[in-house]
């Protein structure tokens, strides 16, 4: 279906061409973005003409093109270089160049890395294993899609961490909690029977960014996924990944011994329950003999676990650990908060966990959110990063945008999730050193939707999640060009104005929801629009107002000493960073600081000013969003300019909203004249404490 896709995609494109050269519309063909950034777009001008030029042949070393690393990437190498123009050889035989593909059989660390050498003629891509040569088969194309000559690319690459994962929030009934691209991607109904084409091109897409993990079912997980019924389903999906070097994994409830195995505990200490387990992970191995593992969120947002019975997450996640043995990895989740506990939610974790390190078996990894509170616009790193170095560590990233206007609001993440990746821990390297033995996951933002993800630029999420999985060192204007030349038109006049505009969107979100560290301000249950005036839930941290602690004096949550000492939980040199409100990062300033409304800000302005003026910036950001995709119009096809210009009108007036409901709500706690010039907000705070949205997506 792909290759037909390609073949479509090609005369299409190149209709493309030949109606260009008349009225110069390089972009007339409709797409409606099902093939992600591997469209390989035939290459034009001079890289387009060498490549012809070159016509490569693929073969691969004698004896070991048998496995399925191997021949995928031959593949994927002789399909998508005809896509991009290698196909239509001017080149005669004798001066044609050559891939070659040496792919080993190495089950070691090592597997997943390639080289690409340069030849006299032509190139090999090496890898002591069979997923490497894949990953190097798509990166070459990659470079080739950028435009770079063939015969000048050379790598020398390996993933900086062994877990590149994706977490699905999907349930068996098709839901996905906090996802807006549609139904979940997974037919558990019709599987095994029938493997949908999209799990295919899913793992292509996975492979090619070099993810190699999938959790198939959400965290709020239902027991049916360790039934035997679900063993043959989960066998299919484990079969047609593994050649794409994809170990799946499940999301398993701690209670299961109790749902579905007929004991009347699930304590982590009981023989019966430690049997359980043991079995059921047996069976499991006897049908996917590299299954990967469980994914566990527990005694969080209550989920059952270790805690019901008195124990220790450690002494769940270990024996859950047993029962996997050498097989397989338990993901423990750090993400747990708890009402009965009266101290700072963003302080629960750290506490519950820190003294629980060098505890955990070896086959335990603790999978830790960016932040402390959950997935919010802006965050700090959170402080368990700098602790437990007896553990090893995951960071967990959100491409779903549940906090971030989901799928309709354009918001890049690369920026976010480097700045987490790149924060210094203050214990002898920054997070991503943190999680080098872990991995990182993503929960993600696919969904059934025709274009995966919900819009386009949703798509460039999925693509950096698994670029910076695989080098967090890389920045994310790299990652938002590459993305952008694969996904749209390698045109610099267009990229100009397209990466920039990925890059800056993320900032301008902030801005016009939770300014200067203000964070969980978003309605209650579904997440999206503000709320900030919401204070009547039952669980205390449920509520806005317990995140922004607003009053006539002042707003912002003290977390220095007089307040919950949060900061105490990073190390002296970070915590000193944040500690005086005057010369501190103002992004993270009502983060820890309660200050009040008259406060000088470094702009000189009152905060209250400076407040206003930030809301204001991410109005006009989004704005220039709408208006700088408006004027692309010539190079983006007509489906896919359409889709986002819908979307981003959807934005501005969603910004506006933000803007204006915060203000309003602000000033109905200070009492505070808006400064000089502003514009008041469109509606009284009635108006906007009336809205409701029955049907917005993914709750
Ligand atoms: C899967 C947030 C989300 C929940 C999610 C939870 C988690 O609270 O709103 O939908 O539950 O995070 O990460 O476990």
Redesign the pocket.
């Known amino acids: 279906m792909m290759r037909e896709r390609c073949l479509v995609n090609r005369i299409a494109a190149t209709c493309c061409l030949l109606v260009s050269a008349f009225w110069l519309t390089p972009a007339a063909s409709a797409e409606d973005g099902y093939d992600l950034w591997l469209r390989h777009a035939p290459l034009t001008g001079e890289s387009g003409q060498a490549l012809r030029d070159l016509a490569p042949v693929i073969t691969s070393v004698s004896g070991q093109s048998n496995g399925p690393g191997a021949k995928l990437a031959y593949a994927e190498l002789q399909r998508s270089l005809a896509s991009l123009g290698a196909g239509e050889a001017n080149a005669g035989e004798a001066t044609r160049a050559s891939i070659v593909l040496q792919c080993g059989h190495s089950n070691g660390a090592d597997r997943e890395a390639f080289r690409i050498v340069p030849e006299q003629r032509g190139l090999r891509i090496v890898s002591p294993g069979q997923a490497g040569c894949l990953y190097g088969a798509f990166a070459l194309l990659r470079e080739i899609s950028q435009g770079k000559p063939l015969m000048s690319v050379a790598l020398d690459e390996h993933p900086a961490m062994p877990l590149r994962m994706l977490n699905h929030?999907d349930d068996p009934d098709g839901h996905v909690?906090?996802g807006y691209a549609g139904r979940s991607i997974f037919d558990w109904w019709h599987l095994p029977e029938l493997l949908d084409q999209r799990m295919i091109d899913y793992a292509r897409a996975n492979a090619s960014i070099g993810i190699n993990a999938v959790v198939v079912n959400?965290?709020?997980a239902s027991p049916l996924f360790l039934t035997d019924r679900y063993l043959p389903k989960l066998k299919r999906l484990a079969d047609a990944w593994r050649p794409y070097g994809i170990r799946l994994f499940v999301s398993a409830r701690f209670s299961a011994p109790r749902d579905i195995g007929g004991l009347d505990t699930a304590d982590p200490l009981d023989p019966h329950v430690r049997n359980w387990w043991k079995a059921r992970a047996d069976s499991i191995y006897a049908e996917i003999p590299d299954f990967g593992g469980f994914l566990v969120?527990a005694n969080?947002?209550g989920q059952p676990g270790p805690q019901d019975y008195g124990r220790t997450h450690a002494d769940g996640a270990n024996m859950l650990a047993a029962a996997l043995g050498g097989r397989g990895t338990v993901i423990w989740?750090a993400?747990v908060y708890s009402a009965e506990d009266e101290t700072d939610r963003a302080k629960q974790a750290y506490a519950e966990f820190e003294p629980l390190d060098g505890k955990f078996a070896p086959n335990v990894i603790l999978q830790i959110?960016n932040g402390p509170l959950?997935?919010q616009p802006r965050e700090p790193f959170h402080p368990l990063f700098g602790a437990m170095p007896g553990t090893r560590k995951m960071l967990e990233v959100q491409a779903t945008k549940?906090y971030l206007g989901f799928a309709s609001h354009l918001a890049i993440l690369g920026p976010m999730w480097t700045e987490a990746l790149q924060a210094d821990t203050g214990a002898g390297g920054n997070v991503a050193d943190s999680v080098a033995s872990g991995g990182m996951a993503g929960?993600a933002n696919i969904g059934s939707d025709r274009n995966w993800t919900g819009s386009i630029f949703d798509q460039a999420n999925w693509y950096a999640f698994g670029r910076l999985a695989w080098d967090p060192a890389l920045g994310s204007e790299e990652i938002a060009r590459e993305w952008a030349v694969q996904t749209f038109s390698v045109d610099p006049q267009f990229l100009s104005i397209v990466v920039p505009m990925m890059l800056e969107s993320r900032q301008a979100v902030v801005d016009y929801m939770t300014p200067m560290g203000l964070a969980h301000l978003m309605g209650t249950d579904h997440?999206y629009g503000p709320a900030p005036w919401v204070c009547d839930l039952e669980r205390p941290e449920w509520n806005p107002c317990y995140y922004h602690r607003a009053d006539k004096s002042g707003i912002g949550f003290d977390r220095t000493a007089t307040g919950s000492n949060a900061l105490s939980q990073y190390a002296p040199a970070i915590a000193k960073a944040w500690i005086d409100p005057h010369a501190m990062d103002e992004d993270y300033l009502l983060w820890f600081h309660h200050v009040a409304w008259d406060f000088e800000t470094q702009s000189g302005r009152t905060l209250w000013h400076e407040l206003v003026s930030r809301y204001d910036r991410g109005v006009a950001a989004a704005e220039k969003l709408r208006e700088e995709w408006n004027s692309l119009e010539q190079f983006v096809d007509p489906e896919r300019f359409a889709a986002e210009r819908a979307l981003l009108a959807i934005q501005v007036k969603e910004a506006i909203w933000w803007r204006d409901a915060s203000i309003a709500y602000w000033q109905s706690i200070n009492g505070l004249d808006l400064p000089a010039g502003a514009r008041p907000p469109a509606h009284d705070l009635a108006y906007y404490k009336a809205l409701s949205f029955p049907e917005a997506p993914g709750q």
Do not use: G, L, Y
């Open positions: 929030w909690e906090r959400n965290v709020n969120k969080s947002e989740r993400f959110k959950d997935f549940e929960v997440h």
